[in-house]
């Protein structure tokens, strides 16, 4: 149920205002010298994915199962089944970082069920990480073609549209994705996207889709878009992932990737491309590689090579 704007503007008004350290205050960009900070004491395998052992028993499964031929696989007795082994592959194959390991299993897995939308979603989603576009548009395309009301769908080719700078595109995607999800707290995203879409567009005065916001993270995010957040207050917030166990996937350092792509993102739209190639860089070195902010900051970094 859609509310009035006043709504959302009360919602993120209500919020209580941190009051960020002197010293962060003081720094011209203060997520940037949190990154460096925490990337000193960082562990080195903080950020590491599920390993050897779980790709081996996906692949021991699968071997087990005695899988068909791809070709044949869609007529098989377990096609179902056979899909979800190969499903098991990709996922495993797709924490170590291997994309185009996890693309072959998403395509076998597809050849089992080419009728299921959320498999062509995934696939389009690691070829998004090894940035094949094109490919990833494809798959996305044949997705969205069987359900195209799907929200993750819409999402992704939002993503894809967003690098490949068709702002109308992805402005329509992220209006529709923030105002379909259900997820109140995961249309945070999509209103984010969708302001950042028109921000890279040059409208001057971006706007939220009316909708009441979710609770907690990501809407620091929503109100520093809004101006009613510095950047220094948003290192707060940050800080405390950690403390928080309320909301999954929202440590420190899921956060930290997150807000150093959203405002690197704003540095750019305000022409600050030096400062915004900074903060990619510094949201890579996190290594979460399976938020989509990692993905979307290796194509922008590409980008600003050029």
Not at 85 to 94: E, I, S, T, W, Y
Not at 236 to 248: F, I, L
Not at 252 to 273: H, I, K, N, P
Request: with cysteine; hydrophobic share 45%.
């Amino acid at each position: 149920m859609k509310h009035a704007l006043a709504v959302v503007v009360a919602c993120l008004l209500a919020m209580p205002a941190i009051a960020a350290p002197a010293d962060v205050e003081s720094s011209d960009h203060p997520l940037l010298d949190l990154a460096r900070e925490l990337q000193k004491n960082r562990k080195p395998d903080l950020r590491v994915g599920p390993g050897a052992p779980e790709l081996h028993q996906a692949e021991h499964s699968l071997a087990q199962a005695k899988a068909p031929a791809e070709a044949e696989c869609a007529r098989s007795i377990g096609a179902t089944r056979f899909a979800d082994l190969h499903v098991d592959v990709a996922l495993a194959r797709n924490s170590q970082g291997d994309f185009t390991g996890a693309a072959q299993a998403y395509r076998s897995a597809h050849a089992c069920r080419p009728r299921d939308p959320q498999i062509l979603s995934a696939l389009a989603g690691v070829l998004f990480d090894a940035r094949d576009y094109a490919a990833a548009r494809e798959a996305i395309n044949a997705s969205l073609a069987i359900a195209p009301r799907a929200v993750n769908s819409n999402r992704l080719a939002g993503n894809i549209d967003f690098v490949e700078e068709r702002w109308a595109d992805a402005t329509g995607r992220f209006r529709y994705v923030a105002s379909s999800d259900p997820d109140r707290v995961q249309a945070g995203y999509g209103q984010l996207m969708f302001w950042l879409s028109q921000m890279r567009a040059g409208v001057p005065k971006p706007e939220f889709i009316e909708r009441t916001p979710g609770e907690g993270w990501p809407q620091p995010l929503l109100l520093y878009m809004r101006g009613q957040y510095t950047e220094a207050e948003l290192t707060v917030p940050v800080r405390k992932g950690d403390e928080e166990d309320s909301q999954p996937n929202s440590s420190t350092d899921e956060r930290l990737c997150e807000a150093l792509f959203y405002v690197g993102e704003a540095y750019w739209a305000r022409g600050q491309l030096d400062v915004a190639r900074d903060y990619f860089a510094a949201l890579v070195n996190i290594k979460v590689i399976y938020f989509l902010e990692h993905g979307l900051a290796l194509a922008e970094i590409a980008k600003l090579r050029k």
